[in-house]
């Protein structure tokens, strides 16, 4: 069946950094977009990044434009979130999400169980 697992998250002071990790089982990770989301307490859940097929990356939120990366190695059947300069803002559970394309409307369908990722001094 088809398993996102994320993990990778912590505490962190801010300007610290962090890299999330997303493992993919049970589909071809190649051939789906996937993206990042992240909920803070109190917030709606918001799209952060994702990558596509070809290794383009989306972001959702300008606020990472510059901190927040994304890779994939579709041989480690994984997908990385690299977040540099942190701010207590980005605190928040992070999930990964298997999507169809970075454009696809609708919620994703499979999602992971989602890594804490706190920033504060």
């Known amino acids: 069946q088809v398993q996102l697992v994320e993990s990778g998250g912590g505490l962190v002071q801010p300007g610290g950094s962090l890299r999330l990790s997303c493992a993919a089982s049970?589909?071809?990770?190649?051939?789906?977009?996937i993206g990042w989301f992240r909920q803070a307490p109190g917030k709606e859940r918001e799209g952060v990044l994702c990558?596509?097929?070809?290794?383009?990356?989306?972001y959702y939120v300008d606020s990472v434009k510059g901190r927040f990366t994304i890779s994939r190695d579709n041989a480690k059947n994984t997908v990385y979130l690299q977040m540099n300069n942190l701010d207590p803002e980005d605190t928040a559970l992070y999930y990964c999400?298997?999507?169809?394309?970075?454009?696809?409307?609708?919620?994703?369908?499979?999602w992971g169980q989602g890594t804490q990722v706190t920033v504060s001094s």
């Open positions: 999400a298997r999507q169809r394309s970075c454009y696809s409307s609708g919620s994703p369908v499979y």
């Open positions: 990558i596509s097929i070809g290794r383009v990356a989306t």
């Open positions: 049970g589909f071809t990770l190649a051939n789906y977009a």
